[in-house]
């Protein structure tokens, strides 16, 4: 059973690639704020499970996780539709921050031992 550093990282990954995607890429309002408030929260969660892990912490990032999955996760469905480009980056996101939270819920023993 490992630790929480790792589904930190991902999470800082997905939150990282959030902002990227921000200033390089997005120009719709909505997708901005959706971008924006990514990459607050993958940063947020990330930073928390790397340094402070706790049950509380990993609780978070399922609700998070699961916000995501909606969030990103119709983001490319519509650029799928829409065919609009960057599919794969939001296929990035998700994945990262899907995986984030999957990990910590799958590590959930290591942070009620912390």
Do not use: C, H
């Amino acid at each position: 059973m490992g630790g929480l550093k790792l589904p930190g990282a991902l999470w800082i990954i997905g939150g990282l690639s959030s902002a990227l995607m921000v200033f390089g890429v997005l120009d719709e309002p909505i997708l901005l704020a959706l971008g924006v408030s990514g990459a607050i929260v993958g940063l947020a969660i990330g930073a928390r499970l790397a340094s402070r892990p706790g049950p509380d912490v990993v609780r978070l990032s399922n609700v998070a996780g699961i916000a995501w999955l909606i969030a990103f996760g119709a983001l490319t469905v519509v650029e799928v539709v829409m065919q609009m480009g960057y599919v794969l980056s939001a296929v990035q996101i998700l994945a990262f921050g899907v995986a984030g939270a999957l990990l910590a819920y799958s590590r959930r023993a290591a942070a009620a031992s912390a």
